[in-house]
């Protein structure tokens, strides 16, 4: 190795120590303005409406009425936000203001500031009670809620009537389910039923079908019940649908993206559908109905929502205020859910919402918003729960009680 | 025998070393140390950053909870799992390797005869290893899927089967599909390895075998197989570690599911970091244990070898 090399080489270390520097640009500068780091998820798909792009609108509206803060923004799409925003917090490193799926492991850990403390008044008031609960951890809200979505269940119109059945009167119960997909099969449906397990999104997928027939993940004192008989029968009537050839033939391996695509190409008969459907199925013949339950139609059905924290690693509460105070302005709300078709979790959004005639398609949704049930969000354990749920339920379609059990134990041992 | 190597050559040098002041014995270091420098930082640092991480408490946010112990390695070895992923990791690495050597084998001997076209036939070999391995399984991921795979539309139209199948939707069908893309990656570096190895067998000796009246079969297991040792075996133990160390055929496909049926330690240490660091760190001390061992027994193997000869 000659000299040159040598040099080249320090060159390229000192580089890469200033580029590292350069990274974490939070922080106070001599003239007095700070800067916050906000670190957001990408909702936007196939490159279309991206979330830098709105976000970037909000912050230069924001740094514009508020010139000595500064945000720094980054966008990290959903499949590496997590490792991510985890090797940032290994580092010592984290954000100010994170945007993300889940609260709870980071509030456990203490590295966040109380939702009260980082919100004021009249922003604190203006979120759907229901929504604020669930970011709460022993009794302190850490989770600002963000964006919601919920799930109803979509029915392809026109395979229906192929099949001889009413598109008005979607199934109800799991036998008219049965009914229905075995008329949907007797036609020449590819995928008459879509059960969609494969780990993109199983957890929901799984927790939808749980919750139709009183199951769940945890029972009623928080515990993790994963393998209780309302959950093992469940998965036995999913197995006897795919077993019959009801469904696409290995649900285990089958993504909801993808699935999703099928359904807009006109494959699937029906499905567990969600609002991010509808910009595809503008112009095709659907029903959206309630969940079918064991016995009767669902009284409750799935939601998700998405979290914004703030950590106290860089002291800076009142520039975090002021930012999340901007962010959450009605306007500003009731334009991030029009544009990603997502639910809002503000009562201004909402009635805001409710509305807008040109929102007609989200109604429904808007609807069975307050009966939506979630997941365990506020257990520390739930991250790493979800995560051996995503990839392992699957295999509940050809043995569910041994899978089942397999995960109980997985639950009751996280966080160990 | 080697203490004594070591001995008389110390003893040897010992002379000129003393007089020579210790700035001018340091004189190699500026021209070593880049080198050295980089093995410790690419290396054994993070080799090391590894087995710390695998004895750590670490949760899902990343924060650290002090050390661990083995927990995560009890954890691993418990997890049920575990055994039929090294079982497959194993079959997976033999089969693909000795697939691999065989087809190119064949291949080398093949594209070493002088035939028209050769020139295009040789170019279009190298085609699957120019393109990226990640984009070629998820290629042939689409090609075998259930509702828009190109295969199944073809063996529908051909009457050969009544309704599409899930070709890569569980580990029985998807097996022999992973190792079929596994060995087709590996075809054109094999290959070439093993035509560069033929073509340095001189004519002679083939001439030599031809007036001593040897068959064919006979030459080529007595005179072709011995002389492509070198090019033989640097081909097989890249490709044990290129094969065993493999993710992206595997990821591309099936990631490794359903569940873990499809995943090899590689591909399962990278399912468990979704959710358990540590667990995670513990599976890659195993699986970099498994290629050290692999290579130490292919070094005796190999030199084995030489000696018998």
């Not at chain 1, 109800?172 to 229905?180: F, L």
């Not at chain 1, 609807?367 to 969000?377: N, S």
Request: hydrophobic share 45%; proline share 6%; with cysteine.
């Amino acid at each position: 190795m000659n000299p040159r090399f040598l040099l080249l080489s320090a060159v390229g270390v000192a580089g890469a120590l200033a580029l590292s520097a350069c990274g974490s640009g939070s922080g106070s500068s001599a003239d007095g303005t700070t800067t916050i780091r906000f670190v957001a998820a990408d909702y936007g798909s196939n490159g279309q409406h991206p979330t830098q792009a709105y976000w970037q609108g909000v912050i230069s509206a924001f740094e514009q009425q508020n010139p000595k803060i500064k945000v720094n923004l980054q966008v990290i799409n959903w499949n590496d936000l997590d490792t991510q925003v985890k090797t940032m917090v290994q580092n010592g490193n984290q954000p100010d203001v994170l945007q993300t799926g889940g609260y709870a492991d980071f509030a456990k850990n203490g590295l966040l500031y109380a939702a009260q403390d980082v919100l004021s008044g009249p922003t604190a008031i203006d979120f759907i009670p229901s929504m604020a609960r669930t970011g709460e951890q022993d009794g302190t809200q850490y989770g600002i809620p963000f964006v919601s979505s919920a799930r109803m269940f979509l029915i392809n119109n026109a395979l229906f009537r192929k099949a001889g059945l009413d598109p008005a009167k979607p199934p109800r119960t799991w036998d008219d389910v049965t009914a229905a997909a075995t008329a949907l099969k007797k036609a020449g449906v590819e995928i008459p039923l879509g059960v969609p397990l494969g780990k993109e999104e199983a957890q929901g997928e799984s927790f939808i079908w749980m919750l139709e027939n009183h199951g769940g993940y945890q029972d009623a004192n928080g515990h993790y019940a994963i393998n209780s008989q309302a959950n093992v029968d469940t998965f036995t009537q999913l197995k006897s649908w795919v077993d019959a050839g009801l469904t696409e033939q290995s649900p285990a391996a089958v993504n909801r993206t993808d699935l999703t695509k099928d359904f807009a190409s006109g494959k699937v008969g029906m499905l567990n559908g969600f609002p991010g459907q509808l910009a595809d199925l503008k112009d095709m013949d659907v029903t959206w109905s309630a969940m079918p339950g064991k016995d009767t139609a669902g009284k409750t059905t799935l939601g998700v929502g998405d979290w914004v924290m703030a950590f106290k690693k860089g002291g800076h509460k009142d520039q975090i205020r002021a930012f999340l105070d901007f962010a959450y302005s009605k306007d500003n709300t009731v334009r991030f859910a029009k544009e990603y078709n997502l639910l809002p979790v503000t009562q201004s959004a909402l009635t805001a919402l409710q509305a807008d005639p040109d929102e007609k398609a989200l109604q429904p949704f808007l609807q069975v918003l307050p009966t939506a049930r979630f997941y365990p969000l506020s257990d520390p354990t739930w991250p790493a729960v979800s995560a051996q749920i995503k990839t392992q339920i699957g295999s509940a379609l050809t043995d569910p009680r041994k899978t089942l059990d397999a995960l109980q134990q997985a639950a009751q041992q996280a966080g160990q | 025998m080697s203490n004594r190597t070591t001995t008389v050559r110390a003893g040897r040098r010992a002379r000129p070393v003393r007089r020579r002041p210790l700035w001018q014995r340091l004189g190699p270091l500026p021209w070593l140390a880049p080198a050295v420098l980089l093995i410790l930082a690419v290396v054994v640092w993070p080799a090391a950053e590894m087995v710390r991480t695998s004895l750590r408490r670490i949760d899902t946010s990343g924060t650290d909870h002090g050390p661990a112990g083995l927990v995560k390695y009890h954890k691993l070895f418990d997890d049920p799992r575990l055994p039929a992923v090294l079982t497959w990791t194993a079959v997976w690495t033999v089969v693909v390797v000795g697939l691999t050597m065989l087809v190119s084998l064949a291949m080398a001997q093949l594209f070493n005869q002088d035939f028209p076209g050769r020139k295009v036939t040789r170019w279009a070999l190298i085609a699957p290893w120019a393109a990226s391995v990640l984009m070629t399984a998820i290629g042939f991921r689409w090609m075998l899927d259930q509702v828009s795979g190109v295969l199944n539309r073809l063996l529908l139209d051909l009457g050969l089967i009544d309704h599409a199948r899930a070709f890569t939707g569980d580990a029985g069908h998807a097996k022999p599909w992973l190792v079929f893309v596994a060995v087709f990656v590996s075809l054109p570096f094999t290959t070439y390895t093993l035509l560069a190895g033929l073509q340095t067998v001189p004519a002679e000796v083939y001439e030599a075998a031809n007036v001593d009246g040897a068959s064919r079969w006979q030459t080529y297991r007595k005179v072709t197989l011995p002389l492509l040792r070198p090019a033989f075996l640097v081909a097989l133990v890249v490709n044990l570690i290129n094969v065993f160390n493999s993710f992206p055929v595997i990821w591309g496909m099936t990631q490794g599911g359903p569940n873990a049926d499809t995943a090899t330690t590689t591909v399962f240490m990278y399912m468990l970091r979704g959710y358990d660091v540590a667990e995670s760190a513990a599976m890659s001390v195993v699986n970099f244990a498994v290629v050290i061992v692999m290579v130490l027994l292919f070094l005796k193997v190999s030199r084995w070898n030489e000696e018998e000869n």
